[in-house]
């Protein structure tokens, strides 16, 4: 069975330093990851993935994360916050099964960024 | 580019009453899924369908009923409608697995349901 580990329910940093949000995975599969956010009273929109190509991904707004598979880590990481990156951030493992996928969800990272 | 397309955005029922969702995917996507996020929750598995077909059941409740259509589009149906129903849902669709797919979801911005 697949499961999503987000250690961390709160993070706070202030604006302009690095951002860490943690994720820890498990999967009996290669499994593909992703990164979420939502901002307030929105839907979620696609951070980065993973898909079994580079361990090292980059995606949208500066945001970029490593697949670990020795420590099944998925770590999202940012070098400068910025405070339009306050919002809920969710990590997704997709279990491929059947010809359609699972998606499994963390309960979220609610990041804050101060002034 | 198109987007998954939800309406209504926002719906306002009593108790006991019945509530339809509708979900357009996009376009070339046979694969839709229904999640359900309650306030200050993560995003929780309803149902999902592909081609036309339900591929999978996580914690809908019985009161909910949901298909997917010949064009692709989906609705929930909720019937007898309690309080703990308020939330906002989320459809999503993706391309059928495999090939080019590389297992994204693409979300619609949900339609809030708040019950009275």
């Known amino acids: 069975a697949q499961s999503v580990t987000q250690l961390d329910s709160h993070v706070s940093v202030s604006e302009g330093t690095p951002v860490l949000l943690r994720c820890n995975y498990s999967s009996s599969y290669s499994p593909s990851l992703f990164w979420y956010v939502q901002h307030p009273n929105k839907g979620l929109q696609l951070l980065l993935k993973y898909t079994s190509a580079a361990t090292l991904v980059k995606g949208i707004n500066g945001f970029e994360a490593e697949f670990k598979k020795s420590e099944t880590s998925f770590h999202l990481t940012k070098p400068s916050a910025h405070m339009s990156d306050a919002a809920e951030y969710f990590c997704v493992v997709s279990d491929p099964s059947s010809g359609t996928y699972k998606y499994i969800f963390g309960t979220g990272t609610r990041l804050k960024v101060l002034a | 580019a198109a987007g998954v397309i939800q309406s209504p955005r926002h719906l306002i029922k009593e108790k006991r009453e019945t509530a339809t969702l509708k979900c357009y995917p996009i376009p070339r996507h046979d694969t839709v899924y229904w999640y359900q996020q309650g306030p200050g929750q993560d995003p929780q598995f309803l149902i999902s369908f592909y081609e036309k077909m339900q591929s999978d059941k996580g914690s809908i409740p019985d009161r909910f009923s949901a298909q997917q259509f010949s064009d692709y589009h989906s609705e929930l149906n909720m019937s007898s409608l309690e309080l703990g129903d308020s939330a906002l849902y989320f459809c999503?669709?993706?391309?059928?697995?495999?090939?080019?797919?590389?297992?994204?979801?693409?979300f619609g911005e949900g339609s809030r349901l708040t019950v009275l």
């Open positions: 999503a669709s993706s391309p059928r697995a495999g090939g080019e797919n590389t297992g994204e979801l693409f």
